[in-house]
């Protein structure tokens, strides 16, 4: 079964850093771009960050840009977001998934590629 797993969320202070981790699981990421999405209570979905299979093109939700790094590890099969400077906007489940539509600062799922996961919740709070 193909599936993509987040970990890595937690309560964090403002001002702090998490890393999140995007792994899968019955699939090799090698060969697929991967993005990173959020979704806060009683908001919409949207897209923060995505990066290509060699991990060279990368792409950041303007709003973000400053504070987050996208990277991967093909060989641990593993897609990961370090955030930094973690702001009190920024709680959310954060999840991940394949082939994102990136253009610019737009970060959008693909349609027929989407399954999202649980995710992994990220708090930010004193």
């Known amino acids: 079964q193909v599936q993509l797993v987040e970990s890595g969320g937690g309560l964090v202070q403002p001002g702090g850093s998490l890393r999140l981790s995007c792994a899968g699981s019955?699939?090799?990421?090698?060969?697929?771009?991967l993005g990173w999405f959020r979704q806060a209570p009683g908001k919409e979905r949207e897209g923060v960050s995505c990066?290509?299979?060699?991990?060279?093109?990368?792409h950041y939700d303007g709003s973000v840009a400053e504070r987050l790094t996208i990277s991967r590890d093909n060989a641990k099969n593993t897609v990961y977001l370090q955030m930094n400077n973690l702001k009190p906007e920024d709680p959310s489940v954060y999840y991940c998934?394949?082939?994102?539509?990136?253009?610019?600062?737009?970060?959008?799922?693909?349609?027929?590629?989407?399954?999202w996961g649980q995710g992994t919740q990220v708090t930010v709070s004193s």
């Open positions: 019955g699939l090799s990421l090698a060969n697929h771009a």
């Open positions: 998934a394949l082939e994102p539509v990136c253009m610019g600062t737009r970060i959008d799922p693909r349609p027929g590629y989407v399954n």
């Open positions: 990066i290509n299979p060699s991990g060279r093109n990368k």
